[in-house]
């Protein structure tokens, strides 16, 4: 399975935009890159996925790399309620391993008033 | 709309003892999973479910037992609890969606502590 890399955590001020970096370099063709995040004692909410271009929804945009070995998860204006651990998932869609969905250790985003 | 319903929310277990952890989802998700998650870690996928009838292991299955009987439950069965086994369990549902899933649905979460 391909692996992500992400760092431990980051921090950010409320109103200000984050970027949270995701490192793929050994990302297939049939990949597509989802990301969740986990607020304090709750469980995982979905943000955005893509494939090759990038998105964007009510919560976030997703910028891909041309060569996809990397993405960017951007929050455009960080509130606190943004403060969660956000995970960087390389979904298989094809292959004996489609529908799968594991989570690495992610990223702690703090968000300071 | 309840989405995923796990049950119970809490549970305490003695060594050996054996329950089940309850899942059921309404939105006619062909997948499912279950996790669980130790403090301060991130989660590790134990089963996951493409469909009624179809089982595969995940990361971390040793200890654990699912079945999936029908689309909307998929119950995970824990035989001899050890204390390695306390942890938050997660259940969540999927279905498949442009050559990917759609986003999942992940339920409240069981704590679960063996004692």
Not at chain 1, 76 to 93: F, G, K, P, Q, W
Not at chain 2, 23 to 45: A, F, I, S
């Given at each position: ?56 929804n009510r ?11 990397s993405s ?42 | ?96 969606g442009a ?17």
């Open positions: 399975d391909a692996k992500t890399t992400q760092p431990n955590s980051m921090e950010s001020n409320e109103e200000e935009p984050v970027h949270l970096p995701c490192n793929h370099s050994t990302i297939s063709g049939t990949d597509y890159i989802h990301w969740y995040r986990q607020l304090p004692s709750q469980g995982p909410e979905y943000v955005i996925h893509g494939l090759t271009s990038n998105v964007n919560m976030a945009s997703l910028a891909i790399a041309e060569d996809r070995k960017t998860l951007i929050l455009h204006r960080a509130t606190l309620r943004d403060a969660a651990v956000y995970y960087c998932i390389l979904i298989d869609a094809g292959g004996t391993s489609y529908g799968k969905l594991t989570f690495g250790q992610g990223t702690i985003l703090t968000v300071h008033p | 709309n309840a989405g995923v319903t796990q049950t119970p929310k809490f549970r305490i277990l003695k060594i050996g003892q054996s329950m089940t952890l309850q899942c059921t989802q309404d939105m006619n998700h062909n997948y499912m999973y279950w996790y669980r998650q130790d403090p301060g870690m991130g989660l590790k996928l134990i089963y996951y479910s493409v469909g009624a009838g179809i089982t595969d292991k995940g990361e971390v299955p040793n200890g654990y037992n699912v079945s999936r009987s029908t689309t909307e439950d998929f119950p995970l069965r824990l035989e001899l609890a050890a204390p390695s086994q306390t942890s938050v369990y997660f259940c969540a549902s999927s279905r498949p050559g990917s899933i759609t986003e999942a649905f992940f339920g409240q979460g069981t704590r679960l502590t063996v004692v």
